[in-house]
């Protein structure tokens, strides 16, 4: 694999082998380390087992077999944890979240608190230090994954694959690799997501959308989904073939970055 970065207006190519593309280095290191747990402690124990589950589906669809109600619950909850799993969403838990949790205890403090006692902020800190810092991402994550509306949006749609032959252009994977358009429930919304360099994932809620995709050519299609890719990666984009995806993405810088939507954009602040 190759990891493929824009620095300075240029296209930065280096090899990867597939375990190290896709995540971000000690993304929650940092809420692990006040908690006292090993740096990829929340990770193993929170995100590994999404990601196993629907490994597993991903398995049964290759083979064509029949899924039951769990895998697609699984398969689901995958799709719904890509958006919350970026490092944007750990950014605004960290400073929004962090500031509405002391907000919210500063003002039972006011109510429970007998004078001269000190506050539950100043006690945290000097008891369980760095534990606030954590509290946010560990209460609102789970929830957020699970947010009732995009999980409805995401099972309620027609799924299928769509694979390419080996000889056509390779598909990239950005680091949002997850896409969507449309409002959740409009007629036209869909999801895709390459899962693959010769595969992609897509969710359709009109049986028009998924007969428009199929029927593209796959030339065609397979652009369509790697220009989506570019306008949605933030800083990095994977690819097994080097020299044709460099050459795609330097076609295209125009776009980099075009439909991306930081997550404090559209959330309240606290």
Known sequence: MQNLSVRYGRVVCSA?????????????AIVAASLGLSPDHLER?????????????????EQHAE????????W??????????QPDVLAHLRKQGLALLKSVLAERDKDTLPEGW?????????????????APLLHWLPGMIRQ????????GLRWWFREFDPADPSLLLSDLPIHWEGGFHQPGFMIQLPVGPHRVFFGARSAATEQFLDQLPAADLIARINRTSIAASTDRLWASNGPEALAMIE??????????TPFGSIMPAA
């Open 16 to 28: 990867r082998t597939p375990e190290y593309t896709g995540y971000e280095n000690g993304l929650y």
């Open 45 to 61: 124990s929170f995100f590994s087992p999404i990601d196993n589950n629907a490994a597993k589906v991903l398995e049964k669809f």
């Open 67 to 74: 899924i039951s109600a769990d895998d697609h619950r699984a």
């Open 76 to 85: 689901t909850l995958f799709l719904s944890s890509l958006r919350i799993r």
């Open 118 to 134: 000190p506050s539950t902020e100043a006690w945290f800190a000097e008891h369980f230090p760095g534990a606030l810092d954590a």
């Open 148 to 155: 009732d509306g995009v999980m409805d949006a995401f099972a």
């Open 251 to 260: 076609a295209n810088l125009d776009i980099m970055g075009a439909n991306v």
